[in-house]
């Protein structure tokens, strides 16, 4: 699974805020929901992911301790199976 569908460098994710799927509390960016979305849609226990830029790396391992809205995860699924 490629969480960013191909690159972060594409433009699309200059126009997409996915931060309402982060918990209330969370200071992240739209990268790191994403990645950590990765984990929940569908649930899965790991994510492979290549760079070749250790602070995005570093980025990423932070984004595995976001908590997320589980009521808008929740949503998401059910909008996508029904």
Not at 5 to 20: F, N
């Amino acid at each position: 699974m490629s969480p960013f569908g191909g690159s972060t460098a594409d433009p699309e994710w200059a126009c997409v805020d996915l931060r309402s799927f982060a918990g209330s509390q969370e200071q992240c960016s739209t990268l790191q929901v994403a990645y950590r979305l990765a984990f929940e849609v569908p649930a899965v226990s790991r994510v492979a992911v290549g760079t070749k830029d250790p602070a995005h790396l570093r980025a990423l391992v932070v984004a595995t301790e976001l908590a997320v809205n589980d009521q808008a995860i929740g949503r998401y699924r059910r909008l996508i199976t029904d």
